[in-house]
T-cell receptor, first 117, second 111 residues
Framework: DGGITQSPKYLFRKEGQNVTLSCEQN?????MYWYRQDPGQGLRLIYY???????QKGDIAEGYSVSREKKESFPLTVTSAQKNPTAFYLC????????????????FGPGTRLTVL | QKEVEQDPGPLSVPEGAIVSLNCTYS??????FMWYRQYSRKGPELLMY????GNKEDGRFTAQVDKSSKYISLFIRDSQPSDSATYLC???????????FGEGTQLTVNP
């Protein structure tokens, strides 16, 4: 079964703690993305990576960090510096832009709901 | 100003109605336009995409882009309760990988 998996589905964090959200894909996609979704604000891009060992900040990168050591994996760490981390986090992947000759559709995982206690 | 704007609704219609969902955008470089459907507590899934201006039809769904007015539309004919979801429009430039999303419109189709 090809697809994107995210774990855990629900995560609770105490204030001041760092937490890491997992994202794995077996679609052989080069590009991976992390979004945050809040009510009434749609999806906002946190970080994205177009190739292994390289990543770029999105629109709301402050308080987050990522790594891309393997093609299949793109974990997101929510640090204690993120002041309002309670949200629904979505990971996505796509083929590398420019290779498709058309639309490089982003496929989304099921999401992780993070709540700060 | 947000690059892609979408009325968040909520929108409630009776079964069988024609639904019209709309977005506007401000970035003239946007060339790809997408509609994603997101069921509650799930990840979004791509419903349709169009390149540049024009219409695209897939079953009960029609996507329309008017680049002259920077207007994106999704029409759903013969709406069903299973169409109840949040619909997100998204756009990107030709060379880029980044998608810019609208806020999403929550749709409920009542049996």
């Amino acid at each position: 079964d090809g697809g994107i998996t995210q774990s855990p589905k629900y995560l609770f964090r105490k204030e001041g703690q760092n937490v890491t959200l997992s994202c794995e894909q077996n679609l052989n996609h080069d590009a991976m993305y992390w979004y945050r979704q809040d009510p009434g604000q749609g999806l906002r891009l946190i970080y994205y990576s177009q190739i292994v060992n390289d990543f770029q900040k999105g629109d709301i990168a402050e308080g987050y960090s990522v790594s891309r050591e393997k093609k299949e994996s793109f974990p997101l760490t929510v640090t204690s510096a993120q002041k309002n981390p309670t949200a629904f986090y979505l990971c996505a992947s796509s083929i590398r832009p420019g290779l498709a000759g058309g639309n490089n559709e982003q496929f989304f995982g099921p999401g992780t709901r993070l709540t700060v206690l | 100003q947000k690059e892609v704007e979408q009325d968040p609704g909520p929108l409630s219609v009776p079964e069988g109605a024609i639904v019209s969902l709309n977005c506007t955008y401000s970035n003239s470089a946007f060339q790809y336009f997408m509609w994603y459907r997101q069921y509650s507590r799930k990840g979004p899934e791509l419903l349709m995409y169009t390149y540049s201006s024009g219409n695209k039809e897939d079953g009960r769904f029609t996507a329309q882009v008017d680049k002259s007015s920077k207007y994106i539309s999704l029409f759903i004919r013969d709406s069903q309760p299973s169409d109840s979801a949040t619909y997100l429009c998204a756009s990107r430039e030709t060379s880029g990988s980044r998608l810019t999303f609208g806020e999403g419109t929550q749709l409920t189709v009542n049996p």
